[in-house]
């Protein structure tokens, strides 16, 4: 997964990066990346049909110059990501495949709510997966030179996807930075990570349902992700306790002795689980008591607006 994003770019403030030095033409480098796939076992066919066509795209360019800065408040990214339309199509997809949920979560012992707050917020429960051709928006950016390294290792690791034989190349489809399918997995994730949890002998991660629920399963149970518990929830706090941020955890018991309460239901945890406390945009906005598996998320993507955003959709969608 590409540690990446700036989440949403609306409202953003635009910025231009430093001046491209690509070193050589477009050809010199793809007969480099032929010369190092060759010696790592990638056979000839498939490199020649992953860069049959493939030429520099000026969009993907573009759009890495002008990342958005993050300077988004949680309730205008909340507003964004989490919307009526995207709950009630959730609660569709998940009564659609509630029982492939079943069979992922007793494997993986990762809960069903996250995997459809990840699913739902990467793609749109499948919907929205993004359609630039993973190999020419990669080699693109290993070439612009301005993260080659990082690109070039993840150019090799999709042309291994092929070599492999999980997908082919008019198919390798995702976002302009090469995060792939309904999860976004960058491709060195997928090789890490991605499952073929229906069992045809490829990981599809943009066509199978399976393959897509096993996969973020995986990804988080590998993350420490703790089976029976969850992620955390809204909470409100008296005057004089402050919502200190991820590192300031107590146990929970301790927690509600100081006044701190769940705004609907009991608590999700147990009173000896480790919490902390969370208020996005500060004190007097929303208030969220997180536990151990909100790490578990983060590890997906490092943004506590995204890990609340996921748990929310997840729980939502599941009520």
Known sequence: MLKRRAAIATGLTAVLAPPVRAAGSFQNFVNGVYAEAGGAGIRRDVLDAAFAGVSPNQSVIDKDRRQAEFSMTWTRYRGLVISD?????????????????????????????????IWGLESSFGTTT??????????????????????????????????????????????????????????????????????????????????VLGSIANYLARSGWRAGETWGQPVRIPAGVPAAGRETRRSLSEWARLGVTPTAGKWAASGEAPSALLAPDGAGGETFMVFNNFTAIRRYNPSDFYAIAVGLIGDWVMS
């Open 85 to 117: 339309k995207r709950i009630t199509n959730g609660r569709v997809a998940v009564a659609q495949n509630r029982a492939l949920f079943s069979q992922v979560e007793s494997r993986f012992g990762v809960s069903a709510s996250v995997i459809a707050g």
């Open 130 to 211: 993004g359609d630039y051709k993973v190999i020419e928006s990669i080699a693109t950016l290993a070439w612009e030179g301005r993260r080659a390294a990082f690109f070039r290792a993840e150019l090799m690791a999709a042309l291994k996807i092929l070599n492999n034989g999980d997908i082919a190349p008019a198919r390798m489809l995702g976002s302009y930075a090469g995060a792939m399918g309904q999860p976004q997995f960058m491709p060195t994730s997928f090789l890490r990570l991605a499952v073929d949890f229906d069992g045809d002998g490829r990981r599809d991660i943009w066509n199978s349902k399976a393959d």
